[in-house]
């Protein structure tokens, strides 16, 4: 079938089978032979490995997956909250989002596990003030590391974002100037449109800012890291 894109559900092909060992690629037949992959349930289940094994460890797999399929790796990181009316059901949202957005795949949010319906929410699109592309390209490489307090970082062309891993805590961040928080209605206390000077997370959130001026405050694109499979 020329011309067809190829997809594996392939959550579970980087797992190690070893306590404490967070994986390794183990198929090499596969390098490159796919144009992107499914990694369902990465969070939110009791089975899901973020977990059973760790925030580190689904974004090792995570990483592992947009290494081993072909450019532009269309690789689709997958979480569920089935509690929708639950206090923690928009802070699940913004630690699965962001810590998507701390590489280049894509992001995909099931408000039930048999995917029968599409959950939306303010950070796709400023709360419907702007496009779904409004964050803009990144201009920080895929983050692979903490940036201060355990927490990681990425910056955009028309923003930030912060993800603050399972166990790491509540931490405290200063901000530089420039940034504001969504001005939003699903969770108007984080998303209340303020300046930011610093950032509170609990453990297992995160957050997007917007950069004040929008697409008309670009910064440089800092060189890409290359990439290791293992």
């Known amino acids: 079938m ?22 390794s690629w183990q198929l090499p037949e596969y390098e490159e032979q796919m144009d992107g992959g499914f990694l369902e349930h990465m969070m939110g289940k009791s089975w899901s490995g973020e977990k059973n094994r760790g925030w580190e460890a689904v974004m090792r797999w995570y990483r592992i997956a947009m290494s081993v399929t072909k450019y532009p790796n269309r690789v689709i990181f997958n979480i569920v909250d089935e509690d929708r009316d639950g206090a923690g059901y928009y802070q699940f949202f913004r630690y699965g989002f962001a810590s998507v957005l701390m590489d280049n795949g894509y992001f995909d ?39 201060q307090k355990g927490i990681y970082r990425r910056e955009f062309e028309n923003g930030l974002v912060l993800v603050n891993p399972r166990g790491n805590g509540t931490q405290t961040v200063q901000i530089e100037a420039g940034f504001n928080r969504i001005s939003g209605t699903q969770d108007p206390v984080t998303n209340n449109g303020q300046v930011v000077n610093s950032i509170t997370l609990k453990e297992r959130d995160g957050i997007l800012l917007v950069r004040e001026g929008g697409g008309n405050k670009i910064a440089p694109i800092r060189p890409m890291a290359p990439r290791l499979i293992n």
């Open 2 to 23: 020329p011309g067809k894109l190829m997809a594996a559900n392939m959550a579970s092909w980087a797992k190690s089978t070893e306590p404490g060992v967070l994986g």
């Open 109 to 147: 949010f099931s408000p039930d596990s048999g995917y029968g319906g599409i959950a939306w929410f303010d950070e796709y699109d400023l709360a419907g003030e702007s496009t779904t592309r409004w964050l803009g390209r990144a201009v920080d490489p895929p983050q692979d590391r903490p940036w």
